[in-house]
């Protein structure tokens, strides 16, 4: 098990290493920056590019920011949206409005996601199960974004059930209220994604050869599924709702700035913006950091949940 | 055989299965007997009907089955009628089942110990120390060395033949009074499926249970079996006891079964039966095998043959056995063989006597 761990949390410094990479030359390769004022002098610009070796080449650049970031952990300084704050901790502020969004999000969508999808399974073909399996091809389809324009003029605008924007500074009740409709615009699509799943899964478990078996032992349907289908079922759904995490929180990203949250997802279209490298590089590196630290969970939750992974495929016969 | 030892009876069995293209007809009015202590086979090609046979008696069909006539009587209750909250009291607990596939009847995420020993605490309501020790007893007797390591393993840590006693623990513990064996030894090597078999005649003798015994091995029938019924396109060709089919077959279904099964003698190139079995979508009107029977007569094209009576134990479906029939003979190698075998027994029998 410890060299598994060990497996994987190399494969993730690799893989975020790569990100890091490519994210730094991307950014850096868009045209313009941050000192691209009128109202500086040549002689203003070129010190100030100088000292933030704007002035080198790009791979020397690139050297600049890994000696920072290995040495320093000094991941850049943002330049314009908060001039000389470090770049993470400008995303740190930023971070539990983001999370809260779509922890809470997500947190519904499983319960909701795994009801719906034993439901489907059980009463596989049955009325219950197709209309279902409708209600998920509409929450697969129709974009987050879509759905949100939908909630927020029906339910927010006509119904005036919750403020059609987020409130930050209002009473706790109201900002409870506004933060509603985007955890519900969120949370539809993994609904509608762990249903799918969870309904696939299940009906492919329930049919196994291991199930017969259970019914021949003489366990009756409940005590069959409940101790031999749903834990078999829930394996692959370990890794699709974190993989899922990873997805909302890019979603977010839309939801954040239809509903002007300030999040994560806003500082980093108004760092692209403002032409504000560091803090972008920032923003995507912590993107990535998301996604690899829960690819990493998965892994490891699997070895948890499966004995095959978790022994490394050994076996002692 | 007297009916009092009657253990389990089936009568007139037909099952169906609903697909896309139309009715399936797989079983088409089969009727069996079962008495306590012995060993039925039930021998045919695959296709035949034997497995949805026994899946009917364990109440396993697929949702798409239907059973459309027909009884099956175990214990004076009527198993096709019976529902599922109720069945459950007798699959398992009254009636085993050893499976064909022991590579994926196991549950990949449980312990091998537990699975043997939810079917004590959750089916018999014993407390879990007994039932850890009743399933290591069980385990140390299907030959399962180390039981105590090997409680707390995988699956995927076992082979197969050891995967297969397992699975023949599982059905153990319930003690059943019948134990239905699905091609138990199909996915196992040839010195691995002489063990099972054996284990399951040694199980069977120590604890007096009744077997059905489903194969296409007709070498592993000579071993097991008391009584043999011959399957063909869903329904019972022939039947009696082991020495009945083996020595005095009488259906050409048989004939063709017994001369495609190779011995130690067999010369030149193995007799193979000729074409398919029929769709069963559109089954023929007379009967099955007709069209792949070089001793077909015209009336097996337009009726089905009734039962003929060979003797007390032996019955046969087959028109040849009609008193106006043609009289056809055994064929020549089958017979050859037969008469070395009779030659065999009784030599065999002689040196045991002496």
Known sequence: ?317 | MDNNDLVLKAENLRVSFRTLTGKVQAVRGVSLELHKGETIAIVGESGSGKSVTVKTIMGILTKNAIIEEGSIMYEGQDLTKMDEANFHEIRGKKIGLIFQDPLSSLNPLMTIGRQISEVLTIGKGMDKESAKARALELMGQVGIPDPEVRYNQYPFQFSGGMRQRIVIAIALANDPDVLICDEPTTALDVTVQAMILELINKIKAERNISVIFITHDLGVVANMADRVYVMYAGKIVEYGTTNDIFFDPRHPYTWALLGSMPDMETEGRLAAIPGTPPNMLTPPVGDAFAARNEYALAIDLKYQPPFFKVSDTHYAATWLLHPLAPKVPVPEGLQKRIERMLREEAEYNASAGQ
């Open chain 1, 1 to 317: 098990m410890a060299k598994y761990i060990f497996q994987r949390i190399l494969a993730a410094i690799l893989t975020l290493f790569v990100i890091l990479t490519i994210a730094f030359c991307v950014v850096r390769l868009m045209p313009g920056s941050v000192f691209d004022d009128p109202d500086l002098s040549d002689s203003v610009k070129k010190v100030l590019e100088e000292r933030a070796h704007l002035d080198k080449p790009i791979f020397v650049q690139y050297l600049y920011f890994l000696k920072g970031v290995v040495t320093e952990n000094d991941w850049g300084t943002s330049v314009k949206l908060s001039p000389g704050m470090p770049a993470f901790q400008v995303i740190v502020q930023k971070i539990p409005v983001t999370m809260a969004l779509n922890f809470i999000s997500l947190l519904i969508a499983v319960p909701f996601g795994a009801l719906f999808g034993i439901l489907a399974a059980m009463k596989n073909k049955t009325k219950v199960d197709t209309a279902i399996s409708v209600g998920v091809i509409l929450g697969i389809s129709i974009p987050s974004f879509v759905f949100a324009t939908c909630l927020q003029y029906f339910l927010a605008y006509k119904f005036g059930w919750f403020p059609i924007l987020y409130q930050p500074t209002a009473t706790t009740a109201v900002k409870v209220s506004s933060m509603v409709l985007p955890i519900f615009a969120l949370a539809l699509s993994p609904i509608a994604t762990i249903t799918r799943y969870l309904r696939g899964e299940l009906i492919e478990v329930l049919n196994s050869d291991f199930m017969v078996l259970a019914k021949t032992k003489g366990l009756n349907q409940f005590q069959a599924t409940v101790r031999h289908a749903l834990r078999n079922a829930a394996m692959p759904l370990v890794s699709i709702i974190l993989h899922m995490f990873a997805g909302v929180v890019g979603g977010s990203l839309v939801i954040e700035r239809m509903f002007s949250i300030p999040g994560v997802g806003g500082l980093m279209i108004k760092s692209i913006n403002a032409l504000d490298h560091s803090l972008t590089v920032a923003v995507l590196i912590f993107y990535a950091m998301i996604s690899v630290a829960t690819a990493l969970i998965v892994d490891l939750t699997y070895g948890v949940v499966d004995p095959r992974v978790r022994m490394g495929g050994k076996k002692d016969e």
